[in-house]
């Protein structure tokens, strides 16, 4: 069984940074296309981030793209997303997961999740 672990969250004010890590026990990272997807209050699960099996290929919701970053140490079995310029809006609870497919941004086709780690952006 894969594991996920996500740490990395807190409050940090607008415009500012925040690298979330998230620990893959179990299998290789190179096994899954890994994701990040974030949930607001009162809000439905949304996708973030996508990373290949590969590590060659990522994918990005509109919202972030510029701002954040998802990559891999393969080496640590990790994976990271690096969130810069961050915006109240961004506040969320943010996990990680791995799915069968490569890169896709489809909620529903991650099989494996974190417990995920919270993330509060003040404004």
């Known amino acids: 069984q894969v594991q996920l672990v996500e740490s990395g969250g807190g409050l940090v004010q607008a415009g500012g940074s925040l690298r979330l890590s998230c620990a893959v026990s179990?299998?290789?990272?190179?096994?899954?296309?890994m994701g990040w997807l974030r949930q607001a209050p009162g809000k439905e699960r949304e996708f973030v981030a996508a990373l290949s099996r590969s590590g060659g290929s990522t994918r990005y919701a509109d919202s972030v793209k510029g701002r954040f970053t998802i990559s891999r140490d393969g080496a640590k079995n990790t994976v990271y997303l690096q969130m810069n310029s961050l915006k109240p809006e961004d506040t969320a609870v943010y996990y990680c997961a791995a799915s069968q497919l490569s890169t896709t941004t489809t909620v529903r086709m991650y099989n494996y999740w974190g417990q995920g780690t919270r993330v509060t952006v003040s404004s």
């Open positions: 179990g299998r290789t990272i190179s096994n899954y296309g």
